[in-house]
């Protein structure tokens, strides 16, 4: 319940940021540069003079935006391989999964910054190297859920009377396989959000002027003997996001995937 | 009460004084150099890719390395006057095409290999037939396959460089660490192409010891035998510590950690730092004000640039004075006013007195005024600008200009993409690693970039703003036939007055036609600990010469 009111909170400020946002993100005003929080500002002001609560809703968006895109990525991509590799089996099935044994040999920030430098530091670069890094998990539980549906008599009886692949797949696999993708897929949001913060962090992901919050840590973080709060209130905005995602993450699991399919890593 | 006697109180008073006197002056006056100890610094980076300074292409590792060289002729980097180096007297021919140098008997490389005419035509040949130095800084410095006409050895201890034409830069380059350091041909051949990887043999007052990489430590000891510093410098024999040590490391604020820690002696920190620690115990600071040139170039190739009231509206958009209050600069920057920093152009007159009647001052009003007038308009209403009838630009694009930084240049760029957002040109901050913007640049890849560069004199300008030069330094493909003539007509002149007139007029017509814009220089901002005494600066002024200095411990 907590989680889930934290995360209502953070949704709603995020949604709402144009109308209560006291001041534009963007704007720059050097003569109140690191101010403290005041009635004025009332979470400070950055290194150069824009309001960081401004800047903490709209990173909201953007973070929840990157979280929904990564994950969107990874299950468009891994969801579909993982049920092909259930159904089929056979070499198609040790083909997909020497695959994604390859992906999960690398170290997931590894493979991040070798997919950035390869297409250039920017923030819609970091959710395509945060979704490729999450393909394996959909890929893997969507093969280990389908291998299970797939005996069931139902799908057996399609196939039977001649149901294309591609039908059965469809009507009757996917539907009986998607809860556990849907825990794993809010579990996800949470480390989605966090990794591309890391790379934000690293200068790989969001650029300048752009409100996100691993951009806004690492650059707070060069002023903190001088003004603490311009590194310390993304954090705890990004700390209490990703707690009320994984809390309202674990509820689903527990309601939704009691058996845990969805825990692969 | 009486006064006893007058004479004895004005003596008694008379000898109060006097102690009192002495009280002051005694500290100041007693504080004399002491033999001994090991300097740690935290640096950018220690030695980055290679000693050999021939193939070096980071700055950074000639700040470093420079502690175990000698050159030919001696600079002195506060007074820009050139004294015996390893060279003891210098004659240029009447004609200005030669450089006859007469070395010093007495000098012997690290190696014991002593040094001579040979060494020197050693020296040169390394640099013009190693595959590797071509194209190069010292490379181009001398000359090679350019205006180089020779070098002759006349006998042991003299030899004779001449050139094509007229090379003002003769004494400069002899003074430069890049063409006039020596270092040991015995090593050259010992080590061939490893040479500057796993040694480094020069004549300095400190013996290279060992290198563990970009990030890691390059440390040097003392050289015992060394008697031959230029006269600038304020003793002589071996220098007073027994060596140092360059702590590479890239991040800032680890670098003003391990120094309030006292992991290192002292650090190259950011001016937050820097104001937070100079006036804590045990600590002092060292702001030190760096030379050069170059500031905000501008892509002239660009269409959008190329229209000169572009320019003048990205300079009218730009506030130096609050650049240089934010926490950015926190008041230690300069505000430049031209392309020459004070410690080229000089103070007597400063550069703001000769160049600051052609600076466009800050004014947004006017910056919106020319982008309207040339067809910019804002016609969406998105904050960002559209073209409208702009020459050479399809109707409807925006003004969106790239500006690539390196990490330690984003807080500063992000004020300026801030300053031009408000008058509805978007700027796309991108940091790239150093090699990979150098490429973009010298590929022409980008519309706006800072490009400031250290330097020792006016005469290196001429890489900069000489159309010959595009895209290799002139990356902002600046052509002026006037400018071209100007930059021709010094290096033709080994009159020093003269060369100053045309490189004044030079700073004027790159100011007139914003090629680029200046803004505000950073200085260096050290903080040592407070027993750490004499450091002083490089040519480059931005590293550090540390023969006189020592630790008061």
């Known amino acids: 319940m907590l989680g889930l009111v934290l995360l209502v909170i953070v949704v709603f400020l995020a949604v709402a940021a144009p109308w209560i946002s006291p001041y534009s993100p963007y704007k720059q005003n050097l003569r109140e540069a690191l101010a403290s929080p005041s009635t004025t500002h009332i979470l400070g002001t950055d290194h150069l003079g824009r309001d960081l609560f401004a800047r903490i809703i709209y990173g909201g968006r953007t973070s929840l935006r990157v979280g929904f895109i990564a994950t969107g990525i990874a299950c468009c991509i891994g969801i579909p391989l993982g049920l092909i590799s259930g159904y089929f089996g056979g070499w198609v099935d040790i083909l997909l999964m020497r695959l994604v044994d390859i992906l999960l040999a690398f170290p997931g920030m590894l ?79 949470a480390s989605t959000i966090l990794f591309v913060a890391g790379l934000s962090f690293l200068g790989m992901g969001a650029q300048p002027p752009t409100a996100e919050w691993g951009i806004m840590l690492a650059d707070g973080r060069l002023y903190l003997r001088q003004a603490w709060w311009p590194a310390v209130f993304p954090g705890v905005a990004l700390l209490l996001t990703l707690l009320a995602i994984n809390m309202v993450g674990e509820g689903l699991r527990d309601a939704l995937d009691p058996r845990g399919l969805s825990r692969i890593r | 009460m009486s006064v006893k006697s007058p ?115 050693a020296n040169f040949d390394h640099i013009a037939n190693t595959p590797d130095c071509a194209g190069k800084e010292a490379y181009s410095k001398l000359g090679v396959g350019d205006s180089l006409a020779g070098y002759q050895v006349l006998d042991e201890y003299t030899i004779q460089i001449t050139y094509n034409q007229i090379n003002a830069r003769m004494v400069e380059n002899m003074a430069d660490p890049f063409v006039g350091a020596m270092h040991s041909p015995t090593a050259f051949v010992q080590y061939g192409a490893d040479y500057g990887q796993e040694a480094l043999v020069g004549t300095g007052p400190f013996v290279f010891v060992e290198w563990t990489g970009d990030q890691g430590k390059a440390v040097f000891s003392r050289n015992p035998d060394y008697n031959w510093a230029p006269e600038f410098y304020s003793h002589q024999g071996p220098a007073y510590l027994e060596g140092f040590t360059v702590q590479g490391i890239g991040d800032v604020t680890t670098r003003a950690a391990v120094v309030e820690i006292g992991d290192v002696d002292m650090a190259i920190v950011q001016p937050g730092d820097y104001l937070r620690l100079v006036d804590q115990p045990g600590f002092k600071g060292w702001l030190q004000s760096r030379k050069g040139w170059g500031d905000l170039s501008i892509n002239l190739s660009n269409p959008i640039l190329a229209d000169l009231r572009v320019r003048q509206a990205i300079a009218h958009a730009i506030d130096k004075v609050a650049i240089n209050m934010s926490p950015v600069f926190q008041g230690l920057g300069e505000i430049k006013y031209s392309e020459f920093t004070e410690g080229i152009w000089g103070s007597d007159p400063s ?29 969406d209403n998105n904050g960002i600008r559209e073209a409208h009838d702009v020459a050479g630009v399809e109707d409807g694009t925006e003004l969106h200009l790239l500006n690539l930084v390196r990490d330690y240049e984003k ?139 020592w630790l008061d411990q």
């Not at chain 2, 008694?12 to 005694?26: F, G, I, N, P, Q």
């Not at chain 2, 003891?88 to 000098?107: F, H, N, Q």
């Not at chain 2, 002139?474 to 021709?488: K, M, R």
Request: aromatic share 10%; proline share 6%.
């Open chain 2, 351 to 379: 550069p703001e007195e000769v160049f600051g009647p052609y600076n466009l001052s800050y004014d947004p009003a006017r910056s919106e005024e020319l982008l309207e007038a040339v067809g910019w308009l804002d016609t």
């Open chain 2, 7 to 121: 004479k004895k109180m004005y003596l008694s008073v008379l000898v109060v004084l006097v102690l009192c006197a002495t009280l002051l002056v005694a500290p100041v006056a007693g504080a004399k150099p002491v033999d001994g100890g090991h300097l740690t610094i935290a640096f950018y980076s220690s030695i980055q890719d290679t000693a050999d300074l021939c193939k070096a292409t980071a700055v950074f590792t000639k700040m470093i390395v420079a502690n175990a060289l000698d050159t030919l002729i001696a600079k002195d980097p506060a007074t820009g006057l050139y004294y015996p180096g390893l060279a003891k007297a210098w004659e240029i021919s009447p004609d200005g095409v030669s450089i006859t140098l007469y070395l010093r008997e007495d000098v012997t490389f690290h190696d014991g290999t002593p040094f001579n005419a040979e060494a020197v035509k």
């Open chain 1, 111 to 189: 493979l991040a910054l070798t997919i950035m430098a390869l297409l250039g530091p920017s923030l819609p670069n970091a959710m395509i190297a945060a979704g490729v890094y999450i393909i394996p998990d959909y890929v893997r539980v969507g093969r280990a859920t389908t291998l299970a549906v797939r005996e069931f008599d139902y799908v057996t009886s399609a196939r039977a009377v001649g149901c294309p692949h591609w039908h059965t797949i469809v009507r009757y696999i996917l539907p009986n396989v998607m809860l556990p993708l849907i825990v794993l897929a809010s579990l996800n949001l």
């Open chain 2, 411 to 549: 807080a500063y760029h992000e004020i300026i993409q801030g300053m031009l957002a408000e008058v509805g040109i978007d700027v796309e901050v991108r940091v790239h690693d150093f090699a990979t913007r150098e490429t973009l640049l010298f590929d022409g890849e980008f519309d706006i970039a800072p490009w400031p560069t250290t330097a020792q004199s006016f005469l290196a300008f001429n890489e900069e703003m000489h159309s010959q030069t595009v895209p290799f330094y002139n990356i902002g493909f600046y052509g002026n036939p006037v400018v071209d003539a100007l930059l021709d007509g010094a290096l033709a002149t080994t009159d020093p007055d003269l060369q100053r007139e045309y490189y004044r007029l030079v700073a004027i017509q790159v100011l007139k036609d914003l090629a680029s814009i200046p803004t505000v220089k950073a200085n260096n901002t050290w903080i040592m600990a407070d027993y750490v005494e004499d450091v002083k600066s490089d040519l480059m002024s931005v590293g550090f010469d540390l023969y006189d200095a």
